[in-house]
């Protein structure tokens, strides 16, 4: 995730750091910041919320809290073992660190792919996936270049190919946050949701929709409007009436 802006909030600045935080933030239409559950939380459990993005690795998350907030993240996630904290973002398909030569092939057959377009720009990324085909489908890396495969079949209008890699991508962002709820995973099946309602496939658009609200209830303030958006679809599907008298379709919302 790229940072867009900075606030100064008081009030917010109350609650400390933990990469396994207990609230999200978000912000409602007025301005206000608004902290989210987005997991159970017990009586005398602290209030936190994570002050840098949760799917990147340990070291990545804590030398920006080191450069940007000046403290060592000591949290539980950040103490627990290697192969319970890092293996699902860092690791192999057993779990052990991955050869950084793979990891230097894919960077580089990325960075040509940005370069290119079409048939060119998919010949490369298919590439780069492949010499990440060691690594644990839900590595950093691996995901970032099935997101940007993905985007290369949407831009070349093959919509069938899109809608099998951002359903992939959809399901493999909601393992790496898992298991909490994250803003970015809602976008990612806000897409799927699209694509797959403009190829036709109701099905995985309902998936992709029901995943989707989970997300936003979770993380979003309660004034979004994506969140209204997403009611009245539910509303619309559940009490659509055809009305043919005039030519036309017509929906009646009870």
């Known amino acids: 995730l790229s940072e867009v802006a900075a606030l100064l909030s008081p009030v917010g600045a109350l609650l400390n750091h933990s990469c396994y935080p207990t609230t999200c933030v978000a912000y409602d239409t007025t301005g206000h910041q608004c902290f989210i559950a987005c997991r159970d939380i017990s009586e005398g ?105 993905a985007e290369c079949a949407l831009g070349s209008e093959k919509y069938a190919e899109a809608l099998e890699l951002f359903a992939e991508v959809a399901e493999l962002r909601e393992r790496v946050y898992a298991p909490l709820p994250h803003a970015r995973v809602a976008l990612d099946y806000f897409t799927l949701y699209d694509i797959a309602t403009w190829t036709g496939d109701t099905a995985t658009a309902r998936t992709a929709r029901d995943r989707a609200a989970w997300h936003l209830e979770r993380t979003a303030a309660p004034d979004d409007r994506r969140l209204e958006d997403l009611r009245v679809t539910d509303a619309i599907n559940e009490n659509a009436t055809a009305d043919l008298t005039e030519g036309m379709i017509g929906f009646s919302v009870d």
């Open 45 to 149: 459990d602290e209030l936190t919320h994570a002050y840098v993005d949760g799917g990147v690795v340990t070291e990545v998350r804590r030398e920006r809290i080191r450069s940007c907030y000046g403290f060592e993240c000591a949290c539980e996630r950040c103490t627990a073992p290697w192969a319970a904290r890092d293996a699902l973002l860092d690791g192999d398909c057993e779990g052990k660190p991955v050869d950084p030569r793979c990891l230097a092939l894919n960077e580089q057959l990325r960075r040509e792919a940005h370069g290119s377009d079409g048939a060119a720009e998919a010949e490369l990324l298919d590439k780069a996936l492949k010499a990440l085909e060691s690594c644990a489908r839900t590595h950093v890396s691996r995901v970032q270049t099935q997101h940007q495969r």
